[in-house]
């Protein structure tokens, strides 16, 4: 678990869990170096950022998706020396990446324009963001929020000194405030520990306070923190964008995760379920022997010491002899319990998943004959998810777009249209390339699309950079037939009435007859 970053001056109180809570009285001591609103801005987002409910909540859902909560038993059929033992399960992980694979951002596109915008793409590059896209997006559907920061380049001399960097923060580390009549961010506070063993600040708490005219950069020392940096960049924005793929009207900085309760107590209902079928396998899933009219001595070895119970039951009832009077003993076998039971009342468990998260029967491993095959069956059993790709591909794109009209600023390359940028998303459901193909040859063919349309090739699922070498090869193929085209023309054209061209030598029909004739003749004369 996550301990929480601590302002020096914090007061701490240990509960019985052990966690670590703030009850925090943080005034920061910066001096005169932090106006009394930025003083008050800071202690109010600390305030908030160590939060005790919010840091669980983070921080218990993060336990969800990775399988680690605490299932407790309902103390009845579950042993207490059995209480230890836990089923994991790995559904609302399942849940959360199937969503996620299919929000791929292949690029962004300015208005009226047919390709992706060379300039965004070249900061989306730099920043590695193809790689840290899908983190952010799977940390927002986990937490219900997360945050992504640009800022200058400090690399100078570097090629890309002029390209912003863009980071991504967790939730549990960064806070903000939001302007409801703006719609944006009006202020932003990050605080974490640097761990760079290369840094001169390392081992130390710091901390950035982001405002709409001011960038400033905090470290700690024995008598509190101080302000190590301040950029007055007088901007009038805040550098930070927040992702929050599910938004709530009293709470726009607070989303719902995805894994809602209604995930998290079904899986836990399904991890009970296992667990009451591991224990059922340990004492009643095996088959058992009990023999009566026996006696002692049949269970003796031969220096005279007890057979154990494998040996005996291996071995000794199948040569037990009858008694004294030839009474044989009698030995009955009691079957042992069947699973499917708890196999029911699992699928039952995943069934109640499949509905409530959207998730195809075959994502939680439940299969059949009845699978789908045509192209048109699997879209319908795709439906469901891929709507819910493309719903939360509106807020992730919308805030995509803000991050990166951000950056296109603070390069120095923003121009009006920016700020109506759209993202070009990859497919959200589930490729079928044949009948796709069919379906735009179709409308290629009824002269709704142009062949060369970019909308045609991204409906067949290419990404971006697939289109721009599909496009140059079609250049260069119409460029060899216009140069074919050309060299035809410059043959002289042909005379009507005209003679036969002369046929080269050795092609002559009279000659090549003759040749023959004269071959034969000497063959024979020489014969």
Known sequence: MTQPILPPNALITLQDTGDLIPSLLFAPNV???????????????????????????????????????????????????????????????????????????QGFRMPNATTIDSAVQEIWQHNNLDAEAPLLHEQAMVSGWTYAIVGKNDNDGDDSSGIPVITTESALNMTASWNPMRREISAAYQIYMDLDPTSDTYGRQLATLYTRDATIQLNTTPNGWIVADRNDHQQHWVPVVQFTPRPQF??????????????????????????????????????????????????????????????????????????????????????????????SSLNQERSIFC??????????????????ASADAIRMSDFRLATIAERLAKPYGNDWEKLMSMALKMAGEWTASADQMETDWGPFGIPTPSADTVNVVSMVGAGMVAPDSDDALAALGWSPVQRARIREGMKRQQGL????????GLKPPATPGAAPPQALDGQQPGALQALNSQRTTDSATAG
């Open 31 to 105: 001096g005169s170096d932090l106006s009394d609103i930025e003083r008050r801005i800071m202690s109010w987002m600390s305030m908030r950022l160590l939060e005790s409910n919010t840091r669980n909540h983070v921080q218990l859902s993060e336990q969800y998706y990775n399988g680690l909560n605490i299932v407790p038993s309902l103390g009845i059929s579950t042993p207490p020396e059995l209480e230890p033992l836990r089923a994991i399960l790995g559904w609302c992980r399942t849940a959360v990446e199937a969503r996620s694979e299919r929000l791929n951002v």
């Open 355 to 372: 509905g409530i998260s959207g998730l195809a029967p075959q994502y939680l491993g439940i299969f059949s004959d009845g699978n789908p």
């Open 250 to 343: 009293h709470e726009r900085l607070r989303g719902q995760s995805e894994m809602n309760a209604a995930w998290r107590n079904t899986q836990d209902r399904a991890a009970r379920t296992l667990v009451r079928m591991e224990i059922a396998g340990e004492f009643f899933a095996t088959a058992k022997v009990y023999v009566l009219g026996v006696s002692e001595e049949a269970f003796m070895k031969k220096d005279g010491t007890k057979a154990s119970a494998w040996e005996t039951y291996i071995g000794r009832i199948s040569t037990i002899e009858a008694d004294a009077n030839g009474n044989l003993p009698t030995v009955q076998r009691i079957a042992g319990e069947s699973p499917d039971g708890f196999i």
């Open 481 to 488: 037939a216009q140069i074919g085209q050309a060299i035809a």
